[in-house]
């Protein structure tokens, strides 16, 4: 597929799209991805919290990071980031136990009504998270 012009997902900027940012906002993104590393690489004991206000970059950026597998979430005990749904702290998935319970119930209500006994045994988000320990 050739390149197509598109709003950048940052800045909504017009660019070419070669990737779901603009050029700018991808170098600033590395930017900060190289600030929170190194400042993770110093102080691997942080929070989320303090490695924003350390490094000025947001918690919603640095939780990007950490879900698209740059950070690794072993080699940092006390990071932890905001539930998608609640905001709760987590350390695994995208939602946290309760919300991904609750989105679970949502679907299985949605696909298949007339199989209500039919969940019991293969049940809830257990799977997916176990999955991601
Ligand atoms: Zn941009
Ligand atoms: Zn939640």
Do not use: W
Not at 5 to 15: A, E, F, H, I, T
Not at 26 to 37: D, G, P, R, S, T
Not at 92 to 120: F, P, R, V, W, Y
Request: hydrophobic fraction near 30%; charge should be positive.
């Amino acid at each position: 597929m050739a390149p197509q012009l598109g709003n950048c997902s940052r800045c909504r900027k017009l660019y070419l799209r070669i990737r779901n940012i603009c050029d700018e906002c991808y170098q600033k993104q590395e930017e900060n991805f190289l600030k929170v590393a190194a400042y993770l690489r110093e102080y691997p004991g942080s929070t989320i919290q303090e490695v924003s206000d350390e490094t000025l970059v947001s918690v919603v950026e640095i939780r990007q990071f950490i879900l698209s597998g740059r950070i690794i979430m072993g080699d940092f005990p006390n990071l932890t980031y905001p539930c998608e749904t609640c905001g709760n702290l987590i350390r695994t998935g995208k939602a946290c136990k309760s919300c991904m319970a609750q989105i679970n119930q949502l679907d299985q209500h949605t696909g298949k009504e007339k199989k209500e006994h039919s969940h019991e045994k293969g049940n809830k988000a257990g799977g997916y998270i176990t999955h991601y320990l």
